[in-house]
């Protein structure tokens, strides 16, 4: 009885994006900390976020994060860029019930890329480097580095039809890579939860002057550290992960298999308001 009281105080974590691309945040998750119960999250239906006004990809995700918090959520991880750099602080100040948190993944990887000192390449989408979010929060952290940014529209759209390793996306991808390494950055950060599925293809255009981090580690270790300083979160322990989705349950089934090894059992789709 006691335990099930007890139980029911501790939270799920979420973990949110537009679509897919958030699952490889999952996945760093699951594997740093594959003791908690994880709800995903992917609002499939509406993507890509990243062509939205601030207004829509606000209204969007408060509707995500109200959806999370009401399936026992206790904390939740905007494993997308767009949300982080347009939402994040607006869901901050407006939108939390008492004991409930919302966190970003740009802070992380901006902390982690606060000592170099050189020429960065950025690519994300057009909303996350309209916003400057990057740049406004290495600032923050006192880095040097001069930040060359390039929006890369298609790239979100072709993830998620499943062409990751089409010769198009290849193609596109020198597209928007080629102007940052004529420029000679020494690291590039991947603003975009769906382009670490491209690593591969992105490290080969690059070639071995410039450093790729894998920024779905970045972001697990990090939250690894942020539960270690705040004992005070208490949440659930069976291990379990739950997935819903916006769209095609079985689209989703199909392409997840790219962004992360675990087989997933159920999902189900639902529809945000
Ligand atoms: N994964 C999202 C991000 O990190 C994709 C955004 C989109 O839907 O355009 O920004």
């Known amino acids: 009885m006691l335990g099930n009281i007890l139980n029911r105080k501790n939270g799920k974590i979420g973990v949110f994006d537009s679509g897919l691309g958030g699952l490889t945040v999952l996945a760093a998750l699951r594997n740093n900390n594959p003791e908690y119960d994880y709800i995903y999250l992917g ?15 606000y209204q969007y995700s408060r509707q995500a994060t109200d959806f999370l918090f009401r399936q026992g959520c206790k904390i939740i991880i905007f494993a997308c860029n767009t949300a982080s750099s347009q939402a994040l ?3 901050q100040e407006n939108d939390l019930p008492e004991g409930k948190k919302v966190l ?5 990887i901006v902390e982690k890329c606060a000592a170099i000192t050189s ?6 989408t057009k909303a996350t480097v ?12 006192g880095s040097k580095a001069k930040i060359i940014s390039n929006p890369a529209p298609l790239l979100v759209p072709l993830i998620e039809e499943g062409w990751a390793k089409k010769t198009i996306t290849t193609k596109m991808l020198k597209h928007y890579l080629l102007p940052l390494k004529s420029k000679h950055v020494t690291a590039l950060i991947l603003a975009c939860t769906h382009y670490p599925i491209l690593i591969k293809q992105i490290k080969r255009i690059m070639g071995k002057n410039c450093q790729v981090p894998d920024p779905g580690k970045i972001v697990a270790d990090s939250f690894k550290d942020y539960l270690a300083r ?3 979160i208490k949440l659930s322990k069976n291990g379990r992960c739950e997935f ?9 089934r ?13 999902i189900k789709k639902i529809e945000l308001i």
């Open 43 to 57: 609002d499939s239906a509406r993507s890509p976020y990243g062509e939205k006004s601030q207004e829509t990809i």
């Open 254 to 266: 199909r392409l997840a298999k790219t962004f992360m090894p675990e087989k997933i059992e159920k």
């Open 130 to 141: 309209s916003s400057g979010a990057y740049n406004r929060e290495l600032s923050a952290v």
């Open 89 to 91: 602080r607006k869901v």
């Open 230 to 232: 705040h004992q005070e």
């Open 119 to 124: 020429t960065i390449g950025l690519m994300g």
């Open 104 to 108: 970003g993944v740009i802070r992380p």
């Open 244 to 252: 819903f989705t916006t769209d095609d349950p079985e689209k989703f």
